[in-house]
């Protein structure tokens, strides 16, 4: 044992959770109880990696934890997180209390299974005994499955005609998918949306529509073939993301929704600009604002955020400072529509856009200091949003962001402090934008000895092993 070990290292012996999988178990588990006694669902799924346990347990904190995880290890140990990194008072180590105890659970919608059950895929990498590793009983994961299976029968049971009650329950789920994409990791909703976009094309090529049911179908199948678009990109897969996109944008035709088309020119543009296409990217940028027409919503801000962040790329200074303009001046004139309506994904909240203004002037490189004061603004935005705006890997973009400003200003340690939340990211949150992120950090640090180059070649095989494994390899 360390010489002066903290009290977090003694209660984890008491408790005999210094192995990593047990641990990890323990960390899960009481997210999952936080989140329910909290009803804040963005605990849920929360993690901890290898690396990060391993610098608790070894005493290596220099600042307390992220704001979550303060809670969470509160909430495992009933005591303050100040307590916990800090060495542990000499004599017995204190007796805490008993962990939160879970509440009794809530009525359950038909296709609402609670938050916790939110996070269930259907079928995949996190099924059976690694859905009880989170938090997850048995009797939830059964309740989801018969969920599924009843959204399935109610479609077959009104015959080959849309009937209102399956047109609402899949309005219900399209809009649960929406809402839960931005906070929870990919694996835990691949499979429910992979299985409402075919309901919703099976019902389109082959049930009797009404004119609005069909407009309304066309709607929901071409919001979640966009979130298959989402997650084609997150598994750093662009083919296939800029094919369900065209599909999304086919489904937006025949709905004749003109918020949704210009949304999928912007989806187009995110995916070609991670491609490393900035050009593409300020071209879909261009056409999803020549679409939008009378459109209120905040689409027009995300559009003009991405025109900003793609001409950066590009060198564009003054196309860059347009384009921020144009997004305080759609951020202004917006009036949340339809779209905004399902929440999550289909909207573009404040932070997000103080994210991307920060990428576009940290990559145009024209003035660091503002770089670095914009990166700052975004992540403290990010620090204090509510759960409607909060996205862990727009989070995480604004990080690497800030990284990046430090770097250019020469503060390697101000860096590695901005980035470290990132990297201890578990894995299956490490999806392509995150990792592709990382990389950009890895290849602006500096090589030169005089310029923190100890520290700096530390922080490279960090992030060298943080992008070693992605998302990716999980739903394979």
């Known amino acids: 044992m360390a010489e002066n070990p903290t009290l977090l290292r003694v209660l984890t012996l ?15 588990a009481a997210a ?53 990194i800090a060495p542990a008072p000499v004599g017995p180590p204190p007796r805490t209390a008993s962990p939160l105890v879970v509440p009794p659970p ?21 099924s059976s005994e690694s859905r009880l590793d989170a938090g997850t009983t048995e009797l939830e994961r059964q309740v989801a499955m018969a969920a599924r299976r009843a959204l399935r ?20 789920e399209v809009r649960r998918l929406t809402v839960a994409y931005p906070r929870l990791a990919l694996p835990t909703l691949l499979g429910d949306l992979v299985e409402v976009q075919d309901l919703t094309f099976r019902l389109l090529e082959h049930g009797r529509v009404k004119p609005l049911q069909a407009r309304e179908l066309y709607l929901l199948a071409g919001i979640t073939s966009g979130m298959l678009a989402k997650a084609s990109h997150d598994l750093g897969n662009p083919s296939a993301a800029m094919m369900q996109a065209r599909t999304a944008f086919v489904c937006a035709d025949n709905a004749d929704h003109h918020a949704m088309r210009a949304w999928v020119r912007s989806l187009q543009s995110l995916i070609s600009y991670w491609a490393g296409r900035p050009a593409e990217a300020a071209d879909y940028a261009d056409l999803g604002q020549s679409a939008t027409g009378n459109v209120r919503g905040t689409t027009g801000v995300w559009l003009a ?21 144009r997004a305080e001046d759609a951020r202004a004139a917006a009036e949340p529509d339809d779209l905004d309506a399902f929440g999550g994904i289909m909207t573009f909240p404040v932070p997000r856009q103080l994210y991307y203004v920060a990428e576009a002037t940290v990559h145009l490189g024209e003035d660091p200091a503002l770089g670095e004061s914009r990166a700052e603004a975004a992540v403290a935005a990010y620090r204090t949003a509510n759960e409607d705006e909060w ?8 990080q690497t962001d800030l990284a990046l400003a430090r770097i250019a200003r020469g503060e390697i340690e101000g860096a590695i402090e901005a980035v470290r ?37 530390g922080l490279r095989e960090e992030i060298e092993a943080f992008t070693a494994t992605p998302t990716s390899v999980l739903v394979r």
């Not at 005493?59 to 495992?76: F, H, N, S």
């Not at 955020?305 to 564009?316: D, K």
């Not at 392509?432 to 602006?444: D, E, K, L, Y």
């Open 14 to 28: 008491e408790r005999h959770w210094q192995v990593y999988a047990t641990f990890r178990r323990q960390f899960e």
């Open 153 to 172: 029968f109610s479609a077959m049971a009104e015959g080959s005609s849309v009937g209102p009650e399956t047109l609402g329950q899949i309005q219900d």
């Open 106 to 126: 809530r009525a359950v919608p038909a296709l609402l299974p609670s938050e916790r059950a939110a996070t269930l895929p259907a079928g995949g990498p996190f």
């Open 391 to 398: 996205a862990f890997g727009d989070e995480a973009g604004a």
């Open 421 to 457: 939340p990132v990297l201890d990211l578990p894995i299956e949150q490490r999806n392509f934008g995150i990792t592709s992120s990382a990389q950009r950090v890895h290849a602006a640090l500096p090589f030169d000895a005089h310029r923190g180059g100890g520290a700096a070649a």
């Open 305 to 325: 955020c991405l025109s900003a962040r793609a001409h950066a790329l590009l060198g564009n200074g003054e196309a860059t400072r347009a384009a921020i303009q």
């Open 32 to 84: 999952v109880r936080l989140a329910e006694a909290e009803t804040d669902p963005r605990l849920v799924g929360l993690s901890v990696s290898k690396r990060q346990f391993e610098r608790w347990y070894g005493g290596k904190v220099k600042t307390r934890p992220y704001p979550d995880q303060c809670r969470v290890l509160e909430a495992m140990f009933d005591v303050g997180v100040d307590q916990l």
